[in-house]
C-alpha cells in the first residue's frame, strides 16, 4: 500500500455535523498537508503540519500530527454542504519527493 | 500576482502520438512537481524539480515519459507514443522551498 492512504474512503453526514478524516503513511516526513478538490475542479491547499507539531487549527480545521504512529487526522466542524469534496493528504519528504494518497469523499447532505 | 498555469487545457490526441505539456510556476518557486490524476483517483507523483535538476524521476511511469525544466522556471511533460492509458489530468504545482504547493488547473488529456 502506498504512503499517504486516507480512511475512510467515503463520508456522508449530515450539515452541522463533524467530520473527521484519517491519513497514515509509512516514511519520515518533513510535512503532512491536506487538500481539498472539488469534483472536476483543481487541489486546494488546506492546511500544513510540520512533523515537529501536533496541532494546528484554521477555521473549522482542525488537523492533528502523530509521527510515533505515521497518523494524521483532519477534523471539520459544523460542516456545510460547500465542504463537500474530496479531501487528500499529502506526505513530504526532506528529499522534495511528495506523495498523495487516495483521498476521502465527503458528502454533506443539507 | 499569476498562479501556476498550464497549458492545454485539454488535449485529444490519437494513439501513438507524442504530446508535450507546458507548466508555467509562481515566479521564483524553486520547486516544480508534475502529478497525474486519474478518473477518480488521487493524485500520482511523476517528478520533482528542484531548480532545473530532478532528484527523483522514479514516479515517471515509463521510458515514454521525460520532462524538464529550463532556467529555473518553465517545465514541460512529454509523452512519446501516447497509449489510452496515459489519459488522465496531469497536475503541475510548485512551491518555495519544500513547503506548501500551489496547483494548476491541470492538462486533461485523452488518448483516442
Known amino acids: 500500500s502506498q504512503q499517504g492512504e486516507e480512511d475512510p474512503q467515503a463520508l456522508s453526514i449530515q450539515e452541522g455535523e463533524n467530520a473527521t478524516m484519517n491519513c497514515s503513511y509509512k516514511?519520515?516526513?518533513?510535512?503532512l498537508q491536506w487538500y481539498r478538490q472539488n469534483s472536476g475542479r483543481g487541489l486546494v491547499h488546506l492546511i500544513l503540519?510540520?512533523?515537529?507539531?501536533r496541532e494546528k487549527h484554521s477555521g473549522r480545521l482542525r488537523v492533528t500530527l502523530d509521527t510515533s504512529k505515521k497518523s494524521s487526522s483532519l477534523l471539520i466542524t459544523a460542516s456545510r454542504a460547500a465542504d463537500t469534496a474530496s479531501y487528500f493528504c499529502?506526505?513530504?519528504?526532506?528529499?522534495?519527493?511528495?506523495?498523495f494518497g487516495d483521498g476521502t469523499t465527503l458528502t454533506v447532505k443539507p | 500576482g499569476a498562479g501556476v498555469s498550464q497549458s492545454p487545457s485539454n488535449k485529444v490526441t490519437e494513439k501513438g502520438k507524442d504530446v508535450e505539456l507546458r507548466c508555467d510556476p509562481i515566479?521564483?518557486?524553486?520547486?516544480l512537481y508534475w502529478y497525474r490524476q486519474s478518473l477518480g483517483q488521487g493524485l500520482e507523483f511523476l517528478i520533482y524539480?528542484?531548480?532545473?535538476?530532478?532528484?527523483?524521476k522514479s514516479g515517471l511511469p515509463s521510458d515514454r515519459f521525460s520532462a524538464e525544466r529550463t532556467g529555473g522556471s518553465v517545465s514541460t511533460l512529454t509523452i512519446q507514443r501516447t497509449q489510452q492509458e496515459d489519459s488522465a489530468v496531469y497536475l503541475c504545482?510548485?512551491?518555495?522551498?519544500?513547503?506548501?504547493?500551489?496547483f494548476g488547473p491541470g492538462t486533461r488529456l485523452t488518448v483516442t
Open positions: 504545482a510548485s512551491s518555495l522551498g519544500l513547503d506548501e504547493q500551489y
Open positions: 516514511t519520515s516526513i518533513n510535512n
Open positions: 503540519i510540520r512533523s515537529n507539531e
Open positions: 499529502a506526505t513530504d519528504t526532506n528529499a522534495g519527493k511528495s506523495t
Open positions: 515566479s521564483g518557486h524553486t520547486a
Open positions: 524539480f528542484q531548480g532545473n535538476s530532478a532528484p527523483d
